[in-house]
């Protein structure tokens, strides 16, 4: 997202705040504490592993669930006890949740239809053809749900959410069931329809590349907690600890001990890096290399040994073995190998990185 839209974006008015909002369920604490501000018109994502709280708070917002201390509000209001059918929240869940026996057209006026008063026959058709159109699916009304292929249902449950004009539209991991090219392409479709309606989203997911594609904000979440929040360039260059650098994107990870200034000692060698968090003399801290960093070359200082190597198109990734730091991966692109020559698994290489490319983190 450019500049200046993040900075629009950052001074755009709450549509929504979690205050200190805890769940319990028995003696497990989904969310702890949750605290966030939630910007009208971005797409905000909770990124995490299971059972981590990011389905909680994305159901506390929903309605589906009340916090059981702390508070939730929308545009300013306590919702707490507000029912889910009375808030300005829809939802599109992983399954869709479509009813078999109905048409598209008649999936998609169904909430329209419970409204009071209810609107006219005109005007809900002519709801349901706009929404129809918005995800590029004219025509299809009269279809039945079935004979829509798994990309044509999400569709329709994105029109089925965005023809109530919510305020705010929350994704349960709804491209999960898609392969690999439809959840791609299912991807900008969504970030073309969010900026098209400018309806707040809000997504949650457990697939780094989906957050990292699609979002203006990631929440990284961990124990019920909230870890780091901050943009995708944020958090992918400047992780404040090993959690979150291994759960966005991958890296390379070496632990060793802090030795003042921006020096680690790892396995009787000295390395520099980017420090991230603030290390005594004599703490454990973790050194942390993105693959794209590494440069891998026929002459250098730090010898390694091939042991891998997998061509994946746009660049060919690496398993080499270094003595003191163990096994790195290195992402090497499809320009710098052509002019450095691919390496046979067993033969021997050099790895370089700038000194500013290795960052220093907490460990966790």
């Known amino acids: ?44 994502t909770f990124l995490g592993p299971s059972g981590c709280g990011k389905t909680t708070a994305l159901r506390m917002l929903a309605g589906f669930e009340a916090p059981t201390s702390g508070a939730v509000y929308l545009d300013g209001e306590r919702v707490n006890d507000m029912p889910a059918y009375r808030r300005p929240v829809n939802m599109v869940f992983q399954h869709y949740a479509l009813f078999p026996h109905l048409t598209v057209a008649q999936n998609i006026a169904y909430g329209l239809l419970q409204r009071r008063p209810r609107p006219d026959k005109a005007e809900v058709a002519a709801k349901v053809a706009r929404a129809l159109d918005m995800v590029r699916l004219p025509g299809f009304g009269p279809r039945r749900i079935w004979e829509m292929s798994g990309g044509q249902q999400q569709r329709v449950a994105l029109a089925r959410a965005i023809v109530n004009e919510p305020k705010l539209l929350l994704l349960d991991e709804p491209l999960a069931a898609l392969d690999r090219k439809l959840r791609r392409e299912m991807q900008i479709e969504l970030q073309t329809l969010q900026r098209q309606l400018g309806i707040t989203f809000v997504l949650v997911t457990h697939d780094q590349e ?26 992918y260059d400047e992780p404040i600890s090993r959690y979150v650098a291994d759960f966005v994107g991958k890296s390379n990870f070496v632990d060793g001990i802090f030795a003042g ?27 942390s290399i993105r693959p794209e960093q590494i440069e891998l070359t ?48 067993g033969s021997e290489a050099f790895v370089r990185w700038a000194p500013d490319a290795a960052l220093i983190l907490d460990q966790d």
């Not at 001074?11 to 003696?27: D, L």
């Not at 200034?261 to 973790?286: D, E, M, Q, Y």
């Open 1 to 44: 997202m450019p500049s200046s839209t993040s900075s629009a974006m950052n001074q755009a008015p709450a549509i929504a705040e979690f205050r200190a909002a805890s769940k319990r369920f028995g003696p497990v604490l989904a969310a702890d504490e949750v605290s966030l501000t939630i910007r009208r018109g971005e797409f905000l």
């Open 210 to 235: 989906e957050a990292l594609s699609m979002s203006d904000r990631i929440c990284i979440m961990r124990g019920g907690k909230i870890v780091q929040t901050g943009s995708p360039t944020v958090l």
């Open 261 to 287: 200034h921006n020096k680690v000692t790892a396995h009787g060698t000295t390395f520099t890096g980017r420090i991230l968090c603030t290390p005594a003399i004599g703490s454990k801290v973790t050194l």
């Open 298 to 345: 026929r002459d250098g200082l730090e010898p390694v040994q091939v042991v891998n190597r997998i061509f994946l198109g746009e660049h060919t990734e690496y398993l080499v073995r270094h003595d003191n730091m163990g096994e790195l991966l290195v992402r090497v692109s499809r320009q710098a190998e052509a002019a450095e020559g691919p390496f046979d698994p």
